[in-house]
């Protein structure tokens, strides 16, 4: 199911938030864990990582996640959130930097820069940043979505 797929109170949801947990299957089943920053780019599901983590590894061996999208602009309504079985792919190669300036402008809602390690990065120092540390996007084919939003 793509994003346009999924009903317009949901869409809505995951166009205002962009912090989410990501569970992943270790090889023996039990779930792992990780706190993401995900968005919706080009009409998709998107967060960034790189090679080396865990959940990269754990997506390499069994594409299936689950993210569970939440509420942190609004602490007095905290029992909002959104749940998304999924179906993650990969994507790697030489447009990835691009991609990843792209998605972090939109998660930041920067058009001309992104923040990086809370400093702020034009777009050729962000681009070989992304380059050095081997960055992956993940993209999120939703099989079931659920929750209260």
């Given at each position: 199911?793509?994003?346009?797929?999924?009903?317009?109170?949901?869409?809505?949801?995951?166009?205002?938030?962009h912090a989410a947990?990501?569970?992943?299957?270790?090889?023996?089943?039990?779930?792992?864990?990780?706190?993401?920053?995900?968005?919706?780019?080009?009409?998709?599901?998107?967060?960034?990582?790189?090679?080396?983590?865990?959940?990269?590894?754990?997506?390499?061996?069994?594409?299936?996640?689950?993210?569970?999208?939440?509420?942190?602009?609004?602490?007095?309504?905290?029992?909002?959130?959104?749940?998304?079985?999924?179906?993650?792919?990969?994507?790697?190669?030489?447009?990835?930097?691009?991609?990843?300036?792209?998605?972090?402008?939109?998660?930041?809602?920067?058009?001309?820069?992104?923040?990086?390690?809370?400093?702020?990065?034009?777009?050729?120092?962000?681009?070989?940043?992304?380059?050095?540390?081997?960055?992956?996007?993940?993209?999120?084919?939703?099989?079931?979505?659920?929750?209260?939003?």
């Amino acid at each position: 199911m793509q994003f346009s797929e999924l009903d317009e109170k949901a869409r809505a949801f995951l166009e205002r938030n962009h912090a989410a947990a990501m569970i992943t299957l270790r090889r023996d089943g039990t779930s792992h864990t990780a706190r993401v920053a995900i968005a919706v780019e080009g009409g998709k599901i998107r967060s960034s990582s790189n090679e080396s983590r865990l959940r990269t590894k754990n997506l390499r061996r069994d594409p299936r996640a689950t993210l569970f999208v939440f509420d942190t602009t609004d602490l007095t309504n905290a029992a909002q959130w959104l749940a998304l079985e999924c179906r993650v792919s990969i994507i790697e190669g030489p447009t990835v930097p691009d991609e990843t300036l792209r998605l972090f402008r939109v998660m930041q809602d920067r058009p001309d820069t992104v923040v990086w390690a809370g400093e702020e990065k034009d777009n050729d120092t962000f681009r070989q940043m992304m380059v050095d540390d081997h960055r992956i996007l993940y993209e999120f084919d939703v099989l079931r979505a659920y929750g209260t939003y």
